[in-house]
């Protein structure tokens, strides 16, 4: 069993910055695949960045790429997200997730483990 918490959020400038952390528990975390997603309100949860469990593979959405980076420390059980170049229009509760393989990260359901999400608002 793995458990996921978000922190991190909160209210930020148009072009400044913050930075997402992803705790988890669970002597596995290591092995797992990490993704971050977002939900904005009436719309759909979409994918933005995974990370293999060694970091050796990331995957980012077109509209974070260059702008956001997905890191992770095992050996302290955490995954980040920093953004940076925040818009408006990336305002939405992150959420982090966990799963075993490297495959088809862009795909919610392909999640074992999620977190209650993170408020990010970017006032313009």
């Known amino acids: 069993q793995v458990q996921v918490v978000e922190s991190g959020g909160g209210l930020v400038q148009t072009g400044g910055s913050l930075r997402l952390s992803c705790a988890t528990s669970g002597r596995t975390f290591s092995t797992y695949t990490t993704g971050w997603f977002r939900q904005a309100p009436g719309k759909e949860r979409e994918f933005v960045a995974a990370i293999s469990w060694n970091g050796g593979s990331t995957y980012y959405a077109e509209s974070v790429k260059g702008r956001f980076t997905i890191s992770r420390d095992n050996a302290k059980n955490t995954v980040y997200l920093q953004m940076n170049s925040l818009k408006p229009e990336d305002t939405a509760v992150y959420y982090c997730?966990?799963?075993?393989?490297?495959?088809?990260?862009?795909?919610?359901?392909?999640?074992?483990?999620w977190g209650q999400g993170t408020q990010v608002t970017v006032s313009s």
């Open positions: 997730a966990a799963r075993r393989s490297f495959v088809r990260v862009a795909e919610t359901r392909q999640y074992d483990y």
